[in-house]
């Protein structure tokens, strides 16, 4: 599966952007989808996940509660709603896809994941 990210950009602090990312392919529905970020200097870290059919959802407490995963599989795509940004959110968001059915603690390693889109650029203004 090929992965497209798209909907980065510059935003003030207290908005909200949403990332989408479309995905090659006719069997999109049978992937658990994440994302990750990655700031300058630093290590690329989870944001969230959902599992293949939609009923599950993870993400760490650092984005709870202002960060939404959803995903539309007649679409093929899946989404990032992210609300009330702060600078630290800055960063290159990546999505990914597993293949294979993720536990809840295995949803947040990097290694869980084989396909990997380009990145879109999330610049937080303070």
């Known amino acids: 599966v090929q992965l497209q990210a798209s909907g980065g950009g510059l935003v003030q602090a207290g908005g909200s952007l949403r990332l989408s990312c479309a995905a090659s392919?006719?069997?999109?529905?049978?992937?658990?989808m994440g994302w990750f970020r990655q700031a300058p200097g630093k290590e690329r870290e989870f944001v969230a996940a959902i599992n293949w059919s939609g009923g599950s959802t993870y993400y760490p407490d650092s984005v709870t509660g202002r960060f939404t995963i959803s995903r539309d599989n007649a679409k093929n795509t899946v989404y990032l709603q992210m609300n009330s940004l702060r600078p630290e959110d800055t960063a290159v968001y990546y999505c990914?896809?597993?293949?294979?059915?993720?536990?809840?603690?295995?949803?947040?390693?990097?290694?869980?994941?084989?396909?990997w889109g380009q990145g879109t650029l999330v610049t937080v203004s303070s």
């Open positions: 990914a896809a597993s293949a294979a059915k993720l536990s809840s603690t295995r949803v947040m390693e990097i290694y869980a994941y084989y396909y």
């Open positions: 392919g006719r069997t999109f529905s049978r992937y658990d």
